[in-house]
């Protein structure tokens, strides 16, 4: 009956226009009484999603996501509101028919394996008539060259435009080349998603983004032009959000934005320092999280609200991209060497058992040999937990694409190959020091393999792959540690009474 339907939707576009405004009028009616927040906290609240405008009953959508967290968290909303109007989330791709592929634009590879992905995804199209939509940052960088450059793409949207997700499905129809739209516009003001229309993958661990866009325009970067300037949701929509899933058993909530720790309340001018303090305060939480930090604005005042408010993970993920001060200052990262190291120290001092983490680019234009040997030396020093690094590509409308891409491919990959290396055998040697230890985990999933075996993260967000006598995806246990290899600990769970009750 699914199956059917779907095609006859497809096949038939104006019907299924015709049936879309039919709903509308009903789901509007029902909306008025049954969707929104019933808090005061965001009683004001500028929610643009609130009321379920359409409803496309028989699509059956797939979310392919590149990226980061913020992009899975986008799609998290995307697929809420697709089932807000009645869409179902198709077991496989090929069964699929909305495609939605939220992209990454930060390196030159993503952006390879969304054209790699779209030539799939033609043959899909061919077979079943599935409606196309490309959103994010990709989506937003290149707006209608992307149509034209690949003609199997029936919408273009950036971050800004999610709420016009269900009138954009309601206009266009993969038959009909003159309905294809592109809608990147940017708005400076905070549009808020109902959290009601958010369809989480997890039920205890929950993306909340508190700000989204960046002024900082590093030289390397584009997302100032994908995803705009700095903006900043207003804390009792956050806190709101925060409250809903604390009654929902949620145990876990990560804080997002490009730049979390310029936060300021659009309303009343609360900084992120206050904001991690209102959030320590939600009682039902057990950890928080926050990314990214920029070095720059990461004050004294944030590291020691870390250390008094024991809610707040002692995990800090401090991209530093490169350890020479030359490289740095050619960047525009707006800190030297000394001034990050610095900042790590005294970090350090609070927290001695902090896990740092960081984002490394390898051969960035004019990157010396001696700089190169300063990012080593500076990861030998820091000693982080885990990092995440990169050859540099040079990005549309970044500063940097006008330089001239002077590192050779070759020694590019010599540095990152040098980089990883030694970032291995460090947090080997960091893993290590864990054996024999029992650490605080939350049991995020079961292996799909082996029956009794959970993986799971630490306080620090390694993950730990352990055993256990009884399903315990979603609580919080102690494992103790038995052997570690660079990326992972292993051990088992300490049985105890809460934990397996039979
Ligand atoms: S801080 Fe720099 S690297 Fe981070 S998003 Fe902004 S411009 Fe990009």
């Known amino acids: 009956m699914e199956v059917a ?66 992009n899975e968290n986008d799609s998290e909303r995307l697929a809420g509101i697709l089932e807000g109007m009645g869409a179902v989330k198709a077991a496989v791709l090929e069964e699929s028919t909305l495609i939605l592929i939220n992209t990454c634009a930060v390196r030159q590879k993503s952006e390879e394996k969304l ?28 707006r209608d060259n992307l149509i034209e450059k690949k003609p199997t793409i029936d919408f273009v949207m950036g971050p800004d435009n999610y709420g016009d997700l269900p009138d954009t499905l309601a206009g266009i129809s993969s038959h009909d080349p003159q309905s294809k739209r592109v809608i990147t516009r940017f708005s400076r003001e905070w549009h808020e998603i109902a959290d009601s229309l958010i369809l989480r993958e997890s039920s205890f661990s929950a993306y909340v983004t508190i700000m989204e866009g960046c002024d900082n325009f590093c030289s390397y970067c584009v997302v100032p032009f994908t995803r705009g300037r700095e903006k900043f949701r207003p804390i009792r929509n956050i806190l709101a959000e925060i409250q809903s899933l604390a009654k929902n058993n949620y145990r876990e909530v990560l804080l997002l934005g490009q730049n979390v720790n310029s936060y300021k309340d659009p309303e009343s001018g609360i900084s992120f320092v206050d904001l991690l303090k209102t959030v320590n305060s939600v009682e039902e939480i057990d950890w928080i999280r926050f990314i990214t930090s920029h ?91 885990n990092i995440f690094s990169f050859r540099y590509s040079p990005r549309p409308r970044s500063a940097a694409a006008g330089e001239e891409d002077s590192v050779p491919l070759e020694v590019k990959r010599q540095r990152l190959i040098e980089v990883q290396a ?32 959970y993986t799971g993260r630490s306080e620090g967000y390694q993950v730990i792959n352990f055993d256990a006598g009884c399903d315990v995806v979603g609580q919080f246990v102690q494992v103790e540690i038995t052997s570690c290899g660079p990326y992972s600990l292993r051990g088992r769970m300490v049985e105890s009474k809460d934990a397996c009750p039979h």
């Open 5 to 70: 339907s779907a095609l006859f939707f497809i096949v038939d576009p104006f019907r299924w226009k015709t049936e879309l405004k039919a709903q509308l009028k009903r789901r509007m009616l029902a909306a008025e009484v049954n969707i929104g927040y019933s808090t005061d906290l965001t009683e004001h609240a500028n929610i643009k999603m609130t009321k379920q405008k359409t409803s496309i009953p028989s699509f059956r959508y797939f979310i392919h996501t590149f990226g980061c967290q913020m």
């Open 115 to 142: 054209y790699s992905l779209l030539g799939r995804l033609d043959r899909i199209k061919r077979k079943n008539g599935a409606l196309i939509g490309v959103l994010g940052c990709v989506a937003q960088l290149y």
């Open 295 to 385: 070095p720059k604005n990461f004050s004294p005042e944030i590291a020691q609200t870390m250390a008094a408010n024991r809610k707040i993970c002692r995990q800090l993920h401090l991209p530093v991209q490169s350890g020479s001060s030359d490289i740095l200052a050619r960047m525009k990262r707006q800190y030297t060497r000394d001034e990050y190291l610095e900042n790590i120290a005294f970090i350090k001092v609070l927290m001695p058992d902090i896990a740092l983490s960081a984002d490394i680019i390898v051969g960035y234009p004019g990157e010396t040999e001696k700089d190169h040997k300063e990012t080593l030396s500076l990861l030998e020093e820091v000693r982080y937990t």
């Open 422 to 453: 030694l970032q291995k055998d460090i947090q080997l040697s960091i893993n290590r020091t864990f054996i024999g230890k029992n650490i605080k985990t939350l049991c995020t999933g079961k292996s799909k393999k082996d029956t009794g075996r």
